[in-house]
């Protein structure tokens, strides 16, 4: 008798069951079957917006009291949960994107409103977001951007209301003085990093208090100090060094959009064709391997520092020399530890950065709206924000949920270093 023939697996059904590596490209099959980034960042806001959906049922009074009796009448309770989730939900569209009722009145200010807010939003999201994401692919972890924001809002608009220059030349002396304030002060804890060795986390954790207690002390000195000094506020910026309007005068957006969206162009650029962004990613991604092919971590350290500051040196200004054209003490507004979220959501990339800086800035934009028009909670917005980082942050955990499978994440790894410096 002779002997079978061995069985033979088409190498096509190996090919499909093998899960791809970092680095190589993933069709579309594959990225609906795996834990690719996207997929994660699209499921983790997925589930975000599930989870708040519930938190704005059981907050909400009118289906607690349908609840009451939902033996009795189930639909009455199943209505009046689908009135707040979706009066909720299209309250935050309305606030961010557009109101449909705005445009029967014809006017542009009316339709371009709720845009403009969100571009104001976010703005200074995408810039300070684009410092921590640069930091992080360096395997840094910025959590000072607050501290560099206020020092650059210090600078520009001291520039802003002291000298006076004109028109335009104004405007671009100021943005150049915060951009030098941020570089400053980040740029502290470069070179203690590099030279001292000392943890960026605390160095600039420390220096967001220093900045705090400078801008706070400068806002009693009499030169600093608006008149008749009752109150701890800076004299306002000149007309000439304001950001022009972008939407048109009677709207708060302007010209520093176009910033964002250069800075965002320029640290993409930055990352993957110039030689200081290889290094810089080679930092990241080994410091030892780094400095067995020659790179000198010390001057990464630092340059990565100086320009993380004068990303949020550009936050600050946008700040001071946009919407708000005078220095207050809480002139940074929660930007600067919003940004380590957008920097999370955008997973480390320039482009996830940016449209992560305008989805937050949408929800922010839009919280008006849903405080002004439902019973919902503004708060609602900071819990979706939590829930969708919690997600971003826990890739295992949008796996188990959506039994996707795992892959090698190269992204993450990056991410993940930035908290062990």
Do not use: C
């Not at 349908?66 to 707040?84: E, N, R, V």
């Not at 995408?126 to 910025?142: E, K």
């Not at 520093?256 to 990613?281: D, Q």
């Not at 708000?324 to 930007?335: E, M, R």
Request: aromatic share 8%; no cysteine; proline share 4%.
């Amino acid at each position: 008798m002779s002997e079978p023939a061995p069985q033979v697996v088409p190498p096509a059904d190996n090919q499909q069951d093998e899960a791809p590596q970092g680095g190589q490209r993933f069709s579309v099959r594959e990225i609906f079957r795996s834990d690719h980034p996207a997929l994660v960042t699209i499921l983790a806001i997925f589930a975000a917006v599930v989870i708040g959906s519930l938190l704005i049922v059981v907050s909400d009074e009118p289906t607690r009291a349908a609840a009451s009796y939902f033996t009795a009448a189930p639909m009455d309770t199943l209505s009046a949960a689908w009135h707040a989730v979706s009066g909720a939900y299209v309250a935050l569209f309305q606030g961010s994107i557009l109101n449909p009722s705005s445009l029967s009145s014809g006017s542009l200010t009316t339709i371009l409103g709720p845009i403009s807010e969100t571009i104001v939003s976010a703005t200074p999201l995408i810039l300070a977001g684009l410092s921590v994401t640069l930091a992080f692919r360096a395997g840094l972890f910025n959590i000072g951007a607050q501290g560099q924001i206020l020092v650059a809002a210090i600078f520009a608009g001291y520039v802003g209301f002291s000298w006076h220059l004109p028109v335009v030349l104004h405007v671009i002396v100021a943005i150049i003085a915060g951009v030098v304030g941020g570089a400053i002060w980040a740029g502290i804890a470069g070179v203690l990093k590099a030279k001292t060795g000392a943890h960026e986390v605390i160095t600039t954790i420390m220096l967001n208090y220093v900045a705090l207690g400078l801008i706070q002390f400068l806002l009693s000195v009499h030169g600093f100090q608006a008149k008749p000094y009752t109150q701890a506020i800076a004299t306002p910026v000149d007309g000439t060094a304001r950001y022009p309007h972008l939407l048109g005068d009677s709207l708060r957006a302007n010209t520093s959009f176009l910033i964002a969206i250069a800075a965002t162009i320029g640290v993409a650029w930055l990352l993957r064709r110039s030689t200081f962004g290889f290094r810089v990613r080679a930092v990241g991604a080994n410091q030892d391997a780094a400095r067995t092919a020659g790179i000198s971590i010390s001057r990464v350290y630092i340059g990565v520092m100086l320009l993380v500051g004068a990303l949020a040196g550009l936050a600050g200004s946008a700040q001071v020399l946009g919407t708000q054209p005078q220095v207050t003490a809480d002139i940074d507004a929660g930007i600067g530890f919003d940004a380590i979220t957008v920097a999370l959501l955008g997973r480390g990339s320039a482009s996830g950065t940016f449209w992560a800086g305008m989805l937050f800035g949408a929800l922010r934009a839009g919280s008006v709206q849903l405080l002004a028009s439902t019973s919902t909670p503004a708060d609602l917005v900071q819990v979706l924000q939590a829930l969708i980082v919690l997600f971003i942050a826990a890739p295992g955990l949008v796996r188990l949920i959506f039994r996707l499978r795992a892959t090698d994440g190269g992204d993450s790894a990056v991410l993940a270093k930035g908290w062990n410096g």
